[in-house]
């Protein structure tokens, strides 16, 4: 049967279910992963490695399809063409340099010595490794350790980039360098799927997030999305930072969306508790300009990957 | 949602035959087996044998050389008989070195990748487990060929050169046994090794446990066989299950004397080396997976 073009262009799960005998890995996963940055959060043990590992073919799910871009891995060569990826894990076979390692697992892939050349230096330069290249890789730091894997993922040019863990041990100014590269790579059409403790890097640098948890996707999609649909359960906070604070309080707590006002600690500002983020942001533009406030900020104060972690999953990883 | 621009290129050209990218795993595993200095020492001496053999062919068809020895010329000749005892003797030779390059090599193949999760570095890419395990044994088969049945079948065909082509024609199942002879005991050693450094991830104690899998068994089997009066000892001792397999393919007798009277059959030698191949990968299978499922 031939992909249908939304099946060309995503990563796509159909109520896929993983088990290790009578481990649970993931259960009844759907997922349509459009081209971009997308986060995976989830806890330790949620089934975010297993998902990665089901995305990249190393393992082939007890229940359910995947296909990723119209493709399935019981077509290695020209699935493993479009897909790389990077584990969590530091492994390096021992002995070789910079160069060899990417050269390596470029042969591996079948790219004939002078393409391999060619590609290895390519993907060294990306992250910036040229001049380590000959060094040992058992020697690198644990932040050029994470640009080699990084380096080996994207050195054969896939069109999917699963990467496990990636900004861990990276420095502040390799971690800018690093995402940056995402970005790019994401701005030319490539998917690439990151998972993360960081939330909220995960928050600056995705498109999208799948929040998993006990093997469960939790949400998926824009988390700007993802928080709208929470309103209900978990009203909007909306940080307004002006000049008479206690006014606007007055004002929009008499609304019946409104649930809350609370004055900040510092005075110059309100939390405001709402159901309904839209109706607020109307309510708030008339209330301005009835009274002249100044305002100097309005911000959402939980529209981000960290605060939908916490509402669903919670701090210590216990689903709310 | 947003409009994508795909401006990256998905490499179209060539690629290498998928048959031979296996050979990518012995590349590159050589440039750390050949850095100990120990190894290349070792390997040195198992060409001695060879070079040894080498010289008394040449001797025996050059007995004038040795004419400073005040000795008859045909009694030296009788002295270093060119038949099929003289190059199974230099296969025993090289298997036991074979043994003793496994030992060496064979620990520190599987056992890195494991320890450092590497496996889905070679998995998630156009290579299977099976190729995985395939170039893993090419290291070591190689190795173990440069010393055996290569090695062997020149001085078959030096011997074939200095005697004539008669020689050769009486005696091709000599160069049978060779190559065949050396190619059971490559994969029996290999599939063995590897399925010890892939459960045993600590070098040393894979080695001891390479020492105890050759020698323990041979030991118990050597007691059973004197105690009950039997040659059923042998099937779990790998050097006497294979000298069998060999001096039959040499088309030799078995000598009463090795085994107590009890020469072993050659249908049980040959299924007790099928068995151990199929142990090894089974116990290869168990392990050699791409990822790890933590309990």
Redesign the interface.
Known sequence: MSATVTEKQRVIFENVSKF??E?LGVNRVSLSI???ITGLVGPN?SGK??LM?LM????RPSRGRISVLGMDSQR??E???????S?Q????????NGS?FIR??L??????AA?AEA?TWKALERVGLTEAAGRKVAGYSKGMRQRVKLA?AIC??P?VLVLDEPLNGLDPMARAEVISLFRE??????HVIVSSHILHEVDLIS?QVVLIHGGYVVAEGDIANVRDEMEEEHPAQVSIRCDRPALLASRVFAQDSVMEARIDDDGKGVLVRTRDADRFHLLLNQVVLENGLTIEAVAPADADVNAVYQYLIGSNGEKS | MAVYDRNFGIYQGERTPTWSRFLIIPRYAYQEVFQSRLFVAFLGFCFLVPFAGLLVIYLHHNLAALSFINLPLDRLQEALPINAKFFRWGLEFQGFLCYVLALLVGPALISPDLRNNGLPLYLSRPFSRAEYVLGKTAVLAILMSAITWIPGLLLFFFQSYLDGASWMGNNLSIAFAIFFGSWIWIAVLSLLSLAVSAWVKWKPVARISLLILYYVPWGFAKVMNATQDTWWGFLVALWPTMTTVWTRLFGLPLEPGDYNGNPMPLAAAWLALVACCLISLALLSRRIRAYEVVR
């Open positions: 290790y005998g481990v459009p081209p971009g043990g490695t297993t590992n990249v073919g190393l393992l290695p060569e699935f493993f063409r479009h897909v790389g990826y584990t894990y530091d492994a390096f076979p021992p002995g070789l060899q390596s697992y042969r591996v892939h079948g790219f004939g393409e590609m080996q054969h040019q069109s790579l994401a701005d030319g059409g490539l498109d």
